[in-house]
């Protein structure tokens, strides 16, 4: 089974900083869009960010002009640079491949890395 790997989580203030990274399988991640989610106890995940394959991101209106998504291609990893951090940012971070090459897509998931940030 393909596992991608998160790290860089932890606890910070707000209007700190935190930069998250996932690292996976060079034959997954360069078919891949990617992604950045988020869940908080009894809410729905949200996707935060992704980015296609040619480098193109997505962001929720929440975190623009705050988070930053990149990819190195040649590392096969994709990070997560996220500034000016609030309360409402605290949730698991997951990452998520999602390979479109072909139809249907098919999803990976990282276990989750605990993002929180105090008041």
């Known amino acids: 089974q393909v596992q991608l790997v998160e790290s860089g989580g932890g606890l910070v203030q707000a209007g700190g900083s935190l930069t998250l990274s996932c690292a996976a399988s060079?034959?997954?991640?360069?078919?891949?869009?990617m992604g950045w989610y988020r869940q908080v106890p009894g809410k729905q995940r949200e996707l935060v960010a992704d980015i296609s394959r040619g480098g193109s991101a997505n962001y929720i209106d929440s975190v623009k002009g705050r988070f930053t998504i990149s990819r190195d291609n040649t590392k096969s990893t994709v990070s997560l640079q996220m500034n000016s951090l609030k309360p409402e940012d605290t949730a698991v971070y997951y990452c998520?491949?999602?390979?479109?090459?072909?139809?249907?897509?098919?999803?990976?998931w990282g276990q989750g890395t605990q993002v929180t940030v105090s008041s």
């Open positions: 060079r034959s997954i991640f360069s078919l891949s869009t």
């Open positions: 998520k491949a999602r390979v479109v090459i072909h139809s249907p897509p098919s999803d990976y």
